[in-house]
């Protein structure tokens, strides 16, 4: 099933080495990658400004491609999701992240957070911003955790 938050209907290359994106839910970004060509060894190709120009949608317009065998292409999330952040928001990566780090289930991680799982699980798979008192509540609940702040306030998980 394709989720329109992670579906591209559109992208363009522009000559500073960002691509301009369309998903289907309407949202747009600038997504700069210098940063990604530099320190993704696999991406190094992507630094000849001619090949980084043919960017386009992949197949399943879940990715975008460069080239015709598919090694040079990244996911239609993760470019969201580096959107997102380079705009100052909060992806959900890093509920992925989270989760992860703290051996967190969706069930556990509703609990340490004080909300409903659907509202967990919409975060984590993108379907929902995730809002920075959320991030936030995710830090402290880490920081409490690791014996960094007073606990006393602090949910069972």
Partial sequence: MKTPQFTLI???????????????DGE??????????????????LKDQTLFMKARLGEFDDTV????????ELAADNLRAMGIEQTGGISHEFIVSWMYENGLDLETAAIALGMSRRMVAYYRSGA???PRTVALACLGWRAMKLGQVDDRFALAA
């Fill in 128 to 130: 929902k911003a995730v």
């Fill in 28 to 45: 747009k970004f600038e997504v700069d990658l210098v940063d990604v060509i530099t320190k993704l060894r696999s991406l190094e190709p």
């Fill in 10 to 24: 559109s992208v363009a290359p522009t000559p500073r080495a960002s691509l301009l994106l369309t998903f289907a």
């Fill in 65 to 72: 491609v460069w080239d015709e065998d598919g090694a040079l």
